[in-house]
């Protein structure tokens, strides 16, 4: 797997979701630290991470990251940690609060958008997300081909 290079903000972002942005209609974005074992740590700085098909729930007043996948450490000890469990993540209870209550509201769901290291700790990108429709995505893809043609018209008449 090739390395990832550090942004100049100190991110070096380890797995990104591009699915969401193409499923859902992105309406507020949230940072949040993850409880991880030192197998997952390992393994995410390798780089063996899939976000696809996780999402985030509160329950208990705590927030949590189902769905994830973080590969196995080849190097750990007694088997290292189990791929696709629960992770707690690490927010302020006021966020809690304000994310418990959107996602009360019909049709909002918490998807993480990307998994990233910063400082050497690992955070995610969690994203308040509403579903799209068929017809709403083919109108995402529509004008992303006008902007896209508008780019070239004018990129033409500049030569």
């Given at each position: 797997?090739?390395?990832?290079?550090?942004?100049?903000?100190?991110?070096?972002?380890?797995?990104?979701?591009?699915?969401?942005?193409?499923?859902?209609?992105?309406?507020?974005?949230?940072?949040?630290?993850?409880?991880?074992?030192?197998?997952?740590?390992?393994?995410?700085?390798?780089?063996?991470?899939?976000?696809?098909?996780?999402?985030?729930?509160?329950?208990?007043?705590?927030?949590?990251?189902?769905?994830?996948?973080?590969?196995?450490?080849?190097?750990?000890?007694?088997?290292?940690?189990?791929?696709?469990?629960?992770?707690?993540?690490?927010?302020?209870?006021?966020?809690?609060?304000?994310?418990?209550?959107?996602?009360?509201?019909?049709?909002?769901?918490?998807?993480?958008?990307?998994?990233?290291?910063?400082?050497?700790?690992?955070?995610?990108?969690?994203?308040?997300?509403?579903?799209?429709?068929?017809?709403?995505?083919r109108e995402?893809?529509?004008?992303?081909?006008?902007?896209?043609?508008m780019e070239?018209?004018?990129?033409?008449?500049?030569?």
């Open positions: 797997m090739a390395k990832k290079v550090p942004d100049v903000d100190g991110i070096k972002v380890i797995a990104s979701n591009r699915r969401a942005r193409h499923d859902y209609q992105i309406i507020d974005t949230y940072e949040a630290g993850i409880v991880l074992q030192g197998s997952e740590i390992k393994s995410i700085r390798e780089g063996h991470v899939q976000l696809k098909d996780s999402f985030a729930h509160v329950r208990d007043g705590e927030m949590f990251l189902i769905g994830s996948y973080i590969g196995p450490y080849a190097f750990s000890r007694d088997g290292g940690h189990e791929p696709e469990r629960s992770r707690k993540l690490l927010l302020q209870r006021r966020q809690i609060d304000r994310i418990a209550s959107d996602l009360a509201e019909k049709g909002l769901t918490l998807i993480p958008l990307r998994l990233y290291l910063r400082k050497g700790k690992a955070k995610v990108e969690l994203g308040l997300g509403r579903g799209k429709r068929t017809i709403d995505k995402t893809i529509k004008q992303r081909d006008l902007d896209r043609e070239r018209s004018l990129r033409g008449r500049r030569s």
